[in-house]
């Protein structure tokens, strides 16, 4: 029972998780809450999400309780819940779209080979092999994050 009760404590509407977004983001931003105290937290809320939504059983246990209602989609606690179908068309065994698929992988391993090319450049200068062209150094596009890694 104290799963469900902490579960359910968690804010379940849009305009509560939003509510519930704000007010910590602005009790970071004025001091009254250490981002780095809650980010595990946050972290350990990711992974359980994860881990309970991608769970085969879970699943089937839920599209057989939608179903026995002889429904595809049901509503609980202000939520709807639906089966939906996933998945992709194979497009395999049609000889055009196999063609095209093999003139992509080529097209990669030939930029790839030419990203390695490009890596080692350090400055400016003509490009040996297409004449007038420049080989140019790669622009280096960085920006920092955030990862929290739970023991």
Sequence with gaps: METLQQIQSLPASKADIQLFVDTTIDRIIAGELDPLQIAPFLKAMEDIVKGIRDDK?????????????????????GATISIVETGRLDYSGDPVWDGIRKEEERCATI???????????????????????????????????IRVNLK
């Design 57 to 77: 059983d879970v699943k089937n246990i839920m599209i057989g309780m939608i179903e026995e209602q002889d429904e595809k989609k049901v509503k609980v606690n």
């Design 111 to 145: 930029r790839k080979q030419r990203e390695e090319v490009l890596k080692t450049v350090t400055f400016e200068f003509p490009d040996p092999v297409n004449k007038g062209m420049l080989l140019k150094p790669p622009v280096k596009n960085y920006s920092q994050t």
